[in-house]
């Protein structure tokens, strides 16, 4: 079959590789849609310490089933809508509540949907493959993994709130970046009924986006400290100096969500008279577990935002490595692979 291979930072190729075959309770994917993640970009750029190279490239996808193990959730034909990951359920972290911490979470996940097909083990069909209905398109439903991200970071913030409903209508949250992921958290917090919430960033079509899911924008060089500051600041840029200036848009016993991955061994300083003496809470939620899986989907079936203003365009696996280059200048949202 056909598939994408990242060789190297910044270098792809689309390789002939073996179709893999099933064992009880596995199955096979027809890819239908694979969409482009901010992950995949930090990794054809830089490279990622969670994706090999090299290696088969992308992990976001929904598709029809074409082989299924024996006992298999799912049969040939079936329309699923799935993740690339899944908890344990057994290690210190999964008896805790942690299923994202997971202590084999990332070692056994599934890379490749830039592919024809893609292969998804028992373990994660049982706990976190869905079937998809006719309703939501493939490449809608292909959404299900950022925005399983999305979901349990707002589980966090949740918590971090002290109550299960702790993120309501009279919270003030600010999002920063308006990328994929910041603008996934407008439409998760517009649907769970927050009223108030800004996303800053410098993309104007992007900042267009966040504002038909119904966000206030405003411009990142225009965005100061000022008055109360808001409840809850979202932090989706990554970069390490926008990591420290965050907390400065926070209110005193407000709560900082720091969701974008910064490169490995950089630091990040604050001061720590606004830390302790304002009481700012500090939250750095990765990945999902099962919960959040299950949420998102409910999410995107529910949805009060139209998602398909984040894609840009259709590729084909033939264009994956242009596409990341159009990524990497900042040209489009999310692009949707179609083998």
């Known amino acids: ?99 994202n911490l997971c202590e084999s979470i990332m070692s056994s996940k599934v890379l490749g949907s830039f592919a024809e097909y893609l292969f998804v083990p028992k373990r994660i069909v049982e706990k976190n493959v869905y079937s998809k209905p006719d309703n939501v398109s493939f490449e809608i439903a292909s959404l299900l993994e950022p925005y399983s991200c999305v979901a349990q970071a707002v589980r966090e913030m949740q918590l971090g709130l002290g109550t299960p409903k702790g993120l309501h209508e009279g919270l003030r949250v600010l999002v920063i970046g308006p990328g ?26 992007r900042l267009a986006v966040g504002k038909q899911f119904g966000a206030e924008t405003v411009s990142v060089n225009e965005l100061k400290p000022e ?33 974008g991955g910064c490169a490995g061994g950089t630091r990040a300083s604050f001061d720590t008279k606004r830390v302790h003496y304002d009481q700012i809470s500090i939250l750095s939620p990765f990945h999902f577990g099962t919960q959040a899986v299950k949420q998102a989907r409910q999410w995107i079936l529910e949805s009060n935002a139209d998602l398909s203003l984040l894609l840009s ?7 994956v490595e242009s596409t990341f280059k159009d990524l990497e200048a900042g040209t489009g949202i999310k692009y949707v692979i179609r083998p």
């Open 1 to 99: 079959m056909k598939a994408v291979i990242l060789e190297a930072p910044g270098v792809l190729s689309l390789g002939s590789v073996a179709v893999p075959s099933v064992d009880p309770g596995d199955i096979l994917v027809k890819v239908e849609a694979a969409t482009t993640c901010g992950t995949d970009l930090k990794a054809y750029r830089r490279g990622h310490p969670q994706i090999p190279m090299p290696g088969v490239f992308g992990h976001e996808y929904s598709g029809t089933v074409v082989a299924a193990g024996e006992g298999a959730k799912f049969n040939v034909g079936d329309a699923v809508m799935g993740v690339h990951s899944a908890p344990c359920g057994d290690c210190f972290w999964c008896r805790r509540g942690q299923e």
């Open 180 to 205: 994929a992921i910041g603008l996934l958290f407008v439409a998760a917090l517009k649907q769970i009924g927050v009223d108030h919430v800004t996303l800053a960033g410098r993309n104007p079509s």
């Open 227 to 259: 008055g109360f500051g808001y409840d809850v600041v979202v932090e989706c840029t990554g970069q390490v100096e926008v990591w420290e200036k965050s907390i400065d848009y926070v209110r005193r016993g407000g709560t900082l969500v720091l969701f």
């Open 313 to 319: 365009g259709e590729r084909s696996l033939e264009e």
